[in-house]
């Protein structure tokens, strides 16, 4: 009892410890926010900052704070072009032009505004995703060569965290919505949950890049969807778009009014997909940045602790929302594959 | 006055504002619904709380998907300001 009541004394005094930190921190932000009062702070350009994908990484202000990523270009006169980015700054930090190019709003266009470039450059979206995947291959081959080891025994380690995980996502996302046939999308339904997962955690980190936040990154994880359904369709998928069983044959015959919807139907699921994921990790990140903004916008020490607060509350919701998107999206889209591998049943009755 | 209204970018940032409001409105509202009803039936049948759970939050990912398109069309206004 004893020992308890001195670890609660102690988690007290070091949250205490914390907050005078977080204040002072506070305080010395608003008291330079207050030197240069000239440069007038905008919150809009401070949060699409945050949220948008770059040629550096940007961890913070001064020595050794940006870290210059690789840029890959290809043009049909140039051919492959690589350096580093860390060209197009000077020393003082300030966009300078490189062999032609220059960094405009974010994105590389050539000087000669005649020429045509594909930009292929490690972002730091990309970067991320690297360090993701990394940690993905070490934790999930390290589970795996556990499986390998104790045949028929206790999972041990890092193994019995994620046991859980995977055997929810085969029994409670794969085998209900999916059916019988839910073997053949368990890998791909696992790899989506835990890399939305991962990557939707990582973006919350401070300093880290906001990979699923790119509407590029969820569009392409919902077109991976969207044609694994679709090579997946068995002729009763078919028939249910373009000859929808139990609907009155004038709303198919002269006019194809139903197989229409049903069409647009197919592309708005992952559509839905897409931007479900996108608004959700960006909204996300917005809300904690725009908190953190309250307090550059009304400098005063003042508003400090309550927007810290506000802040670590939302970060602990976004934790949430982080596992809950990775769950939404693997669970439509085991959705969508039981959809498209249902076998024919009722429809008698039906029509 | 109608050509002033209708160069004034301002009122169509401030129909951004008003939109992402009604979009806040209905979501809520639908999300609200959903949290009722699902209340009632957990309450009502313990036992099954675990598959209306899941059933409850797939519906209201499917009204949030709605009001995240209403958002962003919000926005895509708003940054045209």
Redesign the interface.
């Known amino acids: 009892m004893k020992t308890k009541l001195k670890r609660a004394h102690n988690i007290f005094k070091i949250t205490i410890l914390l907050s005078g930190l977080v204040f002072l921190f506070a305080g010395f932000n608003t008291v330079k926010g207050a030197e240069d009062s000239e440069e007038l702070f905008n919150p809009g350009e401070m949060i699409t900052h945050h949220i948008a994908d770059a040629h550096v990484w940007h961890l913070w202000d001064g020595a050794f704070g940006t870290i210059p990523l690789p840029v890959i270009l290809y043009s049909d006169d140039r051919g492959i072009e690589m350096f580093s980015s860390g060209n197009f700054y000077d020393s003082h930090h300030h966009l300078v032009e490189y062999n032609g190019y220059q960094i405009e709003h974010g994105h590389i266009v050539p000087l000669d505004s005649g020429r045509q470039i594909i930009d292929f450059s490690i972002t730091k979206n990309v970067a991320s995703m690297f360090i993701s995947v990394f940690l993905m291959f070490w934790i999930f081959l390290s589970v795996k060569r556990g499986y390998v080891r104790n045949v028929g025994k206790a999972p041990t380690g890092i193994q019995s965290f994620f046991e859980p995980i995977i055997i929810f996502i085969r029994d409670?996302v794969a085998k209900p919505n999916i059916g019988p046939k839910y073997e053949k999308f368990l890998p791909y339904l696992l790899s989506i949950f835990f890399f939305i997962w991962f990557n939707n955690m990582m973006g919350l980190l401070p300093g880290a890049a906001n990979v699923t936040g790119n509407i590029a990154i969820t569009a392409t994880l919902a077109v991976f969807t969207f044609l694994i359904t679709q090579f997946s369709g068995n002729k009763n998928y078919w028939k249910h778009i373009f000859n929808t069983p139990g609907v009155p044959w004038w709303l198919k015959v002269p006019l194809p009014i139903m197989p229409v919807v049903e069409l647009i139907g197919v592309f708005t699921k992952p559509f839905?997909l897409m931007?479900?994921l996108f608004?959700?990790i960006t909204?996300g990140h917005i809300i904690i940045l725009s908190l953190f903004s309250l307090i550059f916008i009304f400098q005063s020490i003042m508003v400090g602790p309550l927007s810290v607060a506000f802040a670590i509350f939302m970060n602990f919701l976004e934790l949430f929302v982080a596992l809950?998107q990775a769950?939404?999206f693997t669970?439509?889209s085991a959705?969508y594959f039981g959809t498209a591998v249902e076998d024919h049943h009722e429809e008698a009755e039906v029509s | 006055m109608l050509n002033f209204l209708l160069l004034d970018m301002g009122i169509a940032i401030m129909g951004a504002a008003i939109g992402a409001g009604l979009v806040a409105l209905g979501a809520g509202f639908g999300i609200g619904k959903i949290g009722s009803a699902a209340m009632e039936s957990i309450a009502r049948q313990p036992e099954a709380g675990g598959k209306i759970q899941?059933a409850m939050?797939?519906a209201s990912?499917?009204i949030?998907?709605?009001a995240?398109?209403g958002?962003?069309v919000c926005l895509l206004i708003s940054f045209k300001g």
Request: hydrophobic share 70%; charged share 10%; glycine share 4%.
């Open positions: 409670e839905s931007i479900r608004a959700n909204a809950l769950f939404i669970i439509l959705m | 899941t939050i797939i990912a499917l949030e998907g709605v995240l398109f958002v962003v």
